[in-house]
């Protein structure tokens, strides 16, 4: 599987199961999901290779505006931004790879007790 289609099923899943909820998708929850799923990607590939390459991050967020625009008709540049500055600042978080794992399975559960 390529990282883009490996992002795509991801963002797909995510914005799915998160419409699903009585709360719907809002666009901050988009934003929120489009971050957590850029950053999980280059901590896995910081994981896998010790190291990422600048323009693998470029890459990984160009993929990631790329599926907004195409998926969100009122996706702003400003939008992008804010997507792209809140995934950097979860990653220098040392808990994060708790925090994603939290996040995904918030959206992820079904809410049946």
Request: charged residues 30%; proline residues 3%; glycine residues 6%.
């Amino acid at each position: 599987m390529t990282i883009e289609k490996l992002i795509y099923q991801n963002l797909d899943i995510l914005i799915t199961k998160q419409s699903e909820k009585p709360e719907g998708l809002t666009l901050q929850k988009s934003i929120e999901i489009g971050a957590y799923v850029a950053a999980g990607v280059l901590r896995s590939r910081h994981k896998d290779q010790g190291k990422v390459l600048p323009e693998e991050i470029e890459g990984v967020y160009t993929i990631v505006g790329k599926f907004y625009s195409k998926s969100f008709d009122t996706f702003t540049q400003e939008n992008f931004d804010l997507l792209k500055k809140s995934s950097l600042e979860m990653m220098q978080k040392p808990t994060f790879d708790q925090d994603l794992d939290v996040f995904i399975e918030s959206i992820m559960e079904t809410g049946k007790s």
